[in-house]
């Protein structure tokens, strides 16, 4: 079949649905005919404005709220990056050839996120489809209780509403206490010695998204070392907050007493197999040897450490790379490797909330940390951990947690 050349503004303004697209400020950007048509306004009326300069909810109608649902939904999707399907909404709409007259609508509105290549969310598809004379007809075949009924349709989609609202206010309670357990089991920042660190956790937007990311920083025993660590917990909420818990705890008190960081991830390995929700946990851990200037690491399915050399050269530590923590039944040796160091270097690790973005490559990512560090690598580490964050994270936060660990060696 040969290849043809598609005009999609073409097929958008041609869309037989009510489609507008708005900015990140939830400024109109476009519309198509359909919306026109459908809203009564002209298009030099909407592109360039206000969503809700022009579309307010009734004043004089105290139990209106459709034009603050629909915000709420907007705001949800720039948060989280993902499609929001409303309810059926009561919205009136003033009439534009008699202003001060407002007319009942029934809206059922989608919104979805158009993302960039760096995963921020570019436009919002906001699709609406006016319901009113189906509303209105299914009552009407009740005969006079066609009011009655209409009020009936509303009212069910209004307590649907109002569960989804419980809903997430539940969810939004046990976000806060995962994040104060989270928060609680993680080790403050500190000096590792008179060696600079920075630590920093950030957790997922929206509320069912803490997840379970955590990280570690122990003095060892013999000679001048340390042991810095991250991992990554799958699931969300109060149990991947507790499974993290078990096992940073377990890393950490294996790393004080293990020949190496793969002999201590196995002892956790062995581990994670009884811990329930352990399930495909990913770890790396670090043992810097300040005295030999060599860092020896291994890691069970997580993302590569970075060595930022003081020339501005990044090397991905990927050398001893092996599958999660629970993977093997039996679990057998891990790999180990070890590199070296001049003073003044930076070790940094991370979780994959930090890099990872839908439909990118993660080589995309983890290019664009490199960069990042080579750019600021004059930096002391808390401030180029700020600086990494600010750059790296989408403006309205991440769907997924971020822990990132900064080391001046």
Not at 70 to 87: K, P, Y
Not at 157 to 172: D, T
Not at 258 to 271: F, I, Q
Request: glycine residues 8%; hydrophobic residues 40%; charged residues 25%.
């Amino acid at each position: 079949m040969a290849e043809t050349s598609i005009d999609y503004a073409a097929v958008y303004r041609a869309l037989p649905g009510m489609v507008a697209l708005l900015t990140p400020e939830l400024v109109f950007a476009d519309v198509n005919e359909a919306y026109v048509h459908g809203t009564g306004r002209p298009r030099e009326e909407l592109v360039g404005r206000y969503l809700f300069d022009v579309f307010p909810d009734n004043p004089n109608d105290p139990d209106s709220t459709g034009a603050r649902n629909l915000q709420a939904s907007l705001l949800r999707v720039l948060a989280t990056g993902e499609r929001d399907t409303m309810a059926l909404q009561r919205y009136g709409v003033e009439n534009p050839e008699r202003p001060g007259e407002w007319e009942e609508r029934f809206w059922s509105p989608v919104n979805t996120p158009v993302l960039g290549p760096d995963g921020k969310t570019e436009l919002i598809v906001h699709r609406v489809e006016e319901v009113t004379e189906l509303v209105r007809a299914r009552g009407h075949e009740g005969g006079g209780q066609g009011r009655v009924l209409e009020a009936e349709l509303y009212s069910r989609a209004r307590e649907l509403q109002e569960l989804n609202n419980r809903l997430r206010q539940a969810h939004a309670r046990e976000r806060e206490v995962a994040l104060a357990l989270q928060e609680a089991m993680l080790p403050a920042r500190r000096q590792v010695g008179h060696h600079r660190a920075a630590v920093r956790y950030r957790p997922a937007v929206g509320a069912l998204n803490v997840c379970g990311d955590w990280y570690d920083l122990v003095d060892l025993v013999g000679g001048h070392r340390i042991g810095v660590s991250v991992g990554d917990v799958v699931g969300h909420g109060l149990e991947a907050a507790g499974v993290m818990g078990q096992l940073r705890s377990a890393l950490s008190a294996a790393s004080r007493v293990a020949d190496g960081p793969a002999e201590a991830l196995n002892v956790v390995g062995r581990y994670a197999h009884v811990v329930d929700g352990a399930e495909s946990a990913t770890a790396v851990t670090t043992f810097i040897d300040f005295d030999r200037h060599t860092i020896t690491y291994s890691s069970a399915g997580h993302l590569p450490p970075v060595l930022l050399h003081r020339d501005g050269r990044v090397e991905f530590l990927d050398r001893a790379t092996d599958p999660p923590l629970d993977a093997r039944p039996d679990p057998t040796p891990r790999p180990q490797a070890t590199t070296s160091f001049t003073p003044g270097a930076t070790l940094v690790l991370y979780t994959d909330g930090l890099i990872e973005r839908r439909r990118e490559d993660i080589d995309t990512g983890l290019l664009r940390l490199a960069e990042a560090l080579r750019r600021h690598r004059t930096q002391d580490p808390e401030t180029l951990a700020d600086i990494v964050l600010l750059e790296l994270l989408p403006p309205g936060g991440a769907t997924d947690d971020t822990a990132l660990v900064v080391v001046r060696l």
